[in-house]
């Protein structure tokens, strides 16, 4: 499956941000996508993932009822709605997907085998 960010900018903190990961390619056996982002010396963090057939949804504790994580199906298009952005939110960030079926950790990137190229957010 192969994977296409958008939706990233510049925003005044407080803003929001809408970003985009359109999913081609065979995604009939993409379990979970999520949202990861990486800022200058840091890891790549887990943000958010969705459930693709039961919609289930996971959080990082840092972005809990600022960021909402959707799916619509039929666009095969995963949505992450960024509220309330502050500063420390600024990184690229990488949209993923497990198409294998791990049953690892939700917010760990060795749970998932594609990867999108990234779309820079910064709040300044």
């Known amino acids: 499956v192969q994977l296409v960010e958008s939706g990233g900018g510049l925003v005044q903190p407080g803003g929001s941000l809408r970003l985009s990961c359109a999913a081609s390619g065979n995604t009939y056996d993409t379990y979970y996508t999520a949202w990861f982002r990486q800022s200058p010396g840091r890891g790549r963090e887990g943000v958010a993932s969705i459930a693709t057939r039961s919609g289930r949804t996971f959080y990082a504790d840092s972005v809990k009822g600022r960021f909402a994580i959707s799916r619509d199906n039929m666009k095969k298009t995963v949505y992450l709605e960024m509220t309330s952005l502050k500063p420390d939110d600024t990184a690229m960030y990488y949209c993923?997907?497990?198409?294998?079926?791990?049953?690892?950790?939700?917010?760990?990137?060795?749970?998932?085998?594609?990867w999108g190229q990234g779309t820079q957010v910064t709040v300044s």
């Open positions: 993923a997907a497990d198409t294998l079926g791990s049953t690892g950790d939700w917010a760990a990137p060795r749970s998932y085998n594609s």
